[in-house]
């Protein structure tokens, strides 16, 4: 299966936003993983924000450099800025507004089978 041209056809038209308001504190092998799966899905031209981290875990994430590593603007202090940025996302790359699949239930994490593209 030919993949050269999959990231143009998916770049920016999937955002997932990591709810880390259960979060409680980040250790050093939490904070790494945070950085791969960054990585993985940027490459796979995937955006991720993380919302609702409490101040204790930005502090230690500031420390152990993943917000210089992510990137300070995929960062949001609560869901609903969050969800607008993929929504801005969604925006600017589809002038139809069908591109991107945002499900909010009041922190319930939801799953959907993604649209044909």
Do not use: W
Request: hydrophobic fraction near 40%.
């Amino acid at each position: 299966m030919d993949t050269s041209n999959l990231k143009d056809k998916f770049l920016n038209r999937f955002v997932i936003i990591l709810d880390l308001s259960a979060c409680h504190q980040i250790d050093s092998s939490a904070a790494s993983t945070l950085c791969d799966v960054h990585k993985e899905v940027s490459s796979r031209g995937v955006i991720m924000y993380i919302a609702n981290a409490k101040h204790k875990v930005m502090k230690d994430m500031e420390k152990s450099k993943i917000v210089d590593a992510i990137g300070e603007s995929f960062f949001f202090s609560d869901i609903q800025q969050a969800i607008a940025a993929a929504k801005a996302v969604q925006a600017s790359h589809s002038p139809n507004n069908n591109s991107l699949n945002l499900l909010v239930n009041e922190g319930t994490p939801l799953i959907s089978k993604p649209r044909e593209l």
